[in-house]
C-alpha cells in the first residue's frame, strides 16, 4: 500500500487546528459548573456545581455588564445597517462624484488595527469635549461596523436582477413601491447577516470600547478586569450560553436552508 504524505497530513492539522480552537470554549463552559468560593479564583477546580447557572448575577457586576453590552449592540447594530444599507444601495446603484474614493474609505476601518482607530475616535471625543461613557461607546461602535455592514449589503445589491425591480416599473409601481414589495425582500437575506455580524462585531469588541467606555463597564471590559483573580464562573457561565445560542441559531439556519432546498427541487 503506497503511503501518501499529504493523505494523512491534511486531516491531522485539521484535527489539531479544531482541538486548539475548541480547548478555550470547552474550559470555558467546563468551568462554569466550577463550584469556587464566591469572589475567589476560578482558576483551580473546586467541585461539580449547578449553582453558577441557577444564580448567575450573583458574581458582582457580570448581568450588568452582559446586560451593557447587549443593549450598545443592539442600538449600534441598528445604526450601522440604516446606514449601512442605505450607502450600499448608493454606491452600488448610483454614479457620482468620489463614488471610487468612498468605497476606498470604507475599507480603511477593516484594515486599520483597532488600537489606532479606538486611540483616534477617543481623542476627536476629547477635543469635541464629549464626555465618555454609553453614547461614545455606541457611536464608536456603529463608526467600525458600518463598513462591514456596507460591504455585506452592497454584495447582496450586486447580485440583485434588475429585471425584476423594471418589471415593477413597468407595472406601474411607485419608487416606494418598488422598493418595499421587491428590492427590500430580496435583501433582507444580507441585511439580517450583516446586522448579526455587526452585532456579534460589537458584543465582542474589546479595545475600542476600552478607549472610549469612561466609566461604562461592557462583559469584555468586565471579563478583562476580572481575569487578574481567574474569571468568575458565572461570566464562564453567560459566555456558555452566548455559544450555545450561537450554535443553535447556526443548526437551526441551516436546517431551515436544507428543507427549503427541499421544496424547491420538489417543486422543480
Known amino acids: 500500500m503506497k503511503f501518501s504524505l499529504g493523505k494523512w497530513l491534511l486531516p491531522l492539522y485539521s484535527a489539531l487546528a479544531l482541538i486548539f480552537l475548541l480547548v478555550p470554549i470547552a474550559y ?43 443593549v450598545v449592540g443592539v442600538i449600534a447594530t441598528l445604526i450601522a445597517t440604516a446606514l449601512g444599507t442605505l450607502m450600499a444601495l448608493a454606491l452600488a446603484r448610483y454614479r457620482f462624484r468620489a463614488r471610487s474614493a468612498i468605497s476606498l474609505l470604507l475599507f480603511l476601518p477593516m484594515a486599520t488595527p483597532e488600537v489606532v482607530l479606538g486611540a483616534g475616535l477617543a481623542a476627536q471625543f476629547l477635543t469635541a469635549g464629549v464626555p465618555k461613557g454609553m453614547v461614545t461607546i455606541i457611536i464608536a461602535h456603529a463608526l467600525f461596523c458600518l463598513s462591514f455592514v456596507v460591504v455585506t449589503v452592497k454584495a447582496r445589491v450586486a447580485s440583485l436582477d434588475p429585471a425584476l425591480e423594471e ?22 437575506p444580507g441585511i439580517i447577516a450583516a446586522a448579526l455580524l455587526s452585532f456579534a462585531l460589537s458584543f465582542d469588541d474589546f479595545i475600542i470600547t476600552r478607549f472610549n467606555n469612561g466609566g461604562v463597564t461592557t462583559f469584555p471590559i468586565y471579563v478583562y478586569t476580572a481575569a487578574a483573580r481567574g474569571v468568575p464562573a458565572e461570566a464562564n457561565v453567560i459566555a456558555s450560553a452566548v455559544f450555545l445560542f450561537a450554535l443553535i441559531l447556526v443548526v437551526v439556519s441551516q436546517l431551515s436552508s436544507a428543507a427549503r432546498r427541499k421544496r424547491l427541487a420538489k417543486l422543480s
Do not use: H, M
Not at 418589471?167 to 435583501?187: C, H, M
Open 167 to 188: 418589471a415593477g416599473r413597468d407595472l406601474y409601481g411607485s419608487p416606494a413601491q418598488v422598493f418595499w414589495k421587491i428590492t427590500f425582500p430580496l435583501l433582507l
Open 28 to 70: 470555558t463552559f467546563v468551568f462554569s459548573f466550577n463550584n469556587s468560593p464566591k469572589g475567589k479564583s476560578n482558576v483551580q477546580w473546586a467541585g461539580f456545581t449547578f449553582d453558577k447557572w441557577l444564580n448567575v448575577c450573583d458574581a458582582q457586576g457580570v448581568c450588568e455588564a452582559f446586560v451593557t453590552s447587549i
